[in-house]
Structure formats: structure tokens, C-alpha cells
């Protein structure tokens, strides 16, 4: 008999990101153009800040490997560039900041994993519009967005999400709050200005 089914011990392993979700704003306006176009991404609109990938470790390890890499990483702030268009796909393309650059570095460091194509130095930070486009729509689109304008061009970032895509659906595993302004150690008895004598 032939078999149709992989096997339970042969199911491909999940993927698994690093995202960083836009604000509410941002989110709200991205997914209003994905229904008035009828186009999708892969899940919600998002921030890869490393690609998707596979690993040898369990989700408990995996949640602990990048709580690790992820310890002491300050918020940062992201700059919206614009609408770009390549093969399949139409995004908005993010400013490769230094400390974007500085990050997509240090989350490539959690494994073992896998590596895809687009991390390292092909990495190109983005929010994407619409994903699997038709040769034949990609003009038509392109009319339809090349002059919108999102509504708003900077945005900051203060948690990052590990991710888990498996059979079509994404789940947030775990989120890690970035250090802010605010996470400052308090000004010590040391630090105080001396009262006038």
C-alpha cells in the first residue's frame, strides 16, 4: 500500500522567530490594506528580527537559550523607509539601524539552529505586505500602494516574541521585555549633589 501520510516521527520540525510586533497604529493600517487588496503575509504583519529557523532544542530550552541572548538588550526605535517590491512580495522596508544591525547579530547566536537565507548579511528589516504575489499582479499592486503613506514612520520597540510556525499557524511562545529608560538603576546617596555648607 502506498503510504500518503508522513510519518509521526518524520514531521518536519516547527520554525520558530525572533519578531518584534508594530503598534497598534501601524498594525491596524497594514492589515486594512490586506483586506482592501485581498493580499496576506505570513501571519500578522511583524518585524522579523531573525528569520525563521529550526533547532534541536526544546521549546523550555529555547525559551531559556534566548532569555539568555536576549539579557540586557536595550528598546530601541525603528525607521520606516518606504514600500519596496521584490519577486512575490511587497513590504515595508525598516532602516538596517546600528543597533537593528547589533541585534540581528546577536540573535543569530541562538542555537544550535539553522540559518536562513535572509539573516546574516542579506538581512533586510521589513514588515511585509503581501507574500506569494503573481508575477502578473506585482504591477497592479505596486499602482494600488506605491503612494500610500503608513501612519507613521518610526516606531519603538520594547519586547521582542519568539515564535513558533507550525502547519500554517503562528504562536507567540514567549515575550522578553526590552530595558528602558526606566529599568536606570536609581541614583545612589553617592550620586547625590552635596547640600550647599
Not at 537593528?100 to 546574516?120: E, K, N, V
Request: aromatic residues 8%; hydrophobic residues 40%; negative net charge.
Amino acid at each position: 500500500m502506498t503510504q500518503y501520510l508522513t510519518a509521526l516521527d518524520e514531521a518536519p520540525s516547527p520554525l520558530y522567530s525572533i519578531v518584534a510586533w508594530p503598534p497598534e497604529a501601524l498594525d491596524s493600517w497594514l492589515r486594512r490594506q490586506q483586506d482592501r487588496l485581498n493580499v496576506r503575509g505570513f501571519g500578522l504583519p511583524h518585524l522579523n528580527i531573525r528569520a525563521p529557523f529550526q533547532t534541536s532544542l526544546r521549546s523550555a530550552e529555547l525559551v531559556a537559550t534566548c532569555r539568555d541572548v536576549l539579557r540586557g538588550q536595550p528598546a530601541f526605535d525603528v525607521q520606516v523607509r518606504g514600500w519596496k517590491q521584490l519577486p512575490g512580495v511587497i513590504f515595508l522596508e525598516c532602516e538596517l539601524s546600528p543597533a537593528l544591525g547589533a541585534l540581528h547579530r546577536r540573535t543569530l547566536a541562538i542555537g544550535p539552529s539553522s540559518q536562513a537565507r535572509h539573516d546574516g548579511p542579506d538581512y533586510r528589516p521589513h514588515l511585509t505586505l503581501a507574500l506569494g504575489v503573481l508575477r502578473w499582479a506585482e504591477p497592479i499592486l505596486w499602482e494600488e500602494i506605491r503612494d500610500l503613506k503608513p501612519p507613521l514612520t518610526h516606531f519603538r520597540v520594547e519586547a521582542l516574541s519568539l515564535t513558533k510556525e507550525h502547519r500554517g499557524e503562528v504562536q507567540e511562545l514567549h515575550t522578553y521585555p526590552l530595558l528602558t529608560p526606566d529599568d536606570a538603576p536609581l541614583a545612589g546617596p553617592r550620586d547625590a549633589e552635596a547640600a550647599p555648607s
